[in-house]
């Protein structure tokens, strides 16, 4: 199991799509989940799940209860994809790096971080130096290179193979 979780507050229609095309190359049940939710709750009542779990919301906020998503992410070591949205120019905004840093803040494994739509630029992407795993385009995208569920999903799970051998 892992985690779709946006760099922000994200579009909850463009989160949706982008975790049904992953789900689509990962295998397994798509499960929904809410920042709104309690984490602790949340955590315990899927802990058996298998598949993908996408996150609604900004699970950096502080919760109620106490903690943020991603601290109890961290605690209960659940593996996280990252999903960003360029700003309208076609820069990532400072969010994905953002995330990044609270990810080892809290000790969350994070796989990687997948892109949502915009403009690839992967000179751009190396040079940031974050984890970025391809970008996914809307379906009636003709760049196949960026729509490539497989090669997304094959750099995802080899990192969540690396993250085990590491335990």
Not at 33 to 52: F, V
Not at 65 to 80: D, F, H, I, R, T
Not at 90 to 111: E, H, K, N, Q
Request: with cysteine; hydrophobic share 35%.
């Amino acid at each position: 199991m892992a985690f779709l979780v946006g760099t922000g507050e994200l579009p909850r229609l463009k989160m949706q799509d982008a975790s049904i095309f992953i789900s689509k190359y990962w295998g397994g049940p798509l499960g929904h989940s809410s920042c709104e939710d309690s984490p602790s709750k949340s955590l315990r009542d899927i802990a058996k799940s298998k598949g993908l779990i996408l996150l609604h919301g900004d699970a950096g906020k502080l919760h109620p209860e106490g903690l943020s998503w991603l601290e109890a992410l961290g605690a209960w070591k659940e593996p996280v994809i990252l999903l960003a949205i360029p700003s309208p120019n076609g820069d990532i905004p400072g969010t994905a790096a953002s995330y990044c840093a609270l990810t080892r803040y809290f000790s969350v494994p994070l796989l990687g971080i997948v892109q949502i739509g915009g403009v690839w630029d992967i000179k751009q992407r190396k040079i940031d130096g974050l984890p970025w795993c391809g970008c996914i385009k809307p379906e009636d995208s003709e760049d196949h290179y960026l729509n490539n569920g497989e090669g997304i999903v094959y750099s995802l799970r080899t990192r969540l193979r690396s993250l085990s051998e590491l335990c």
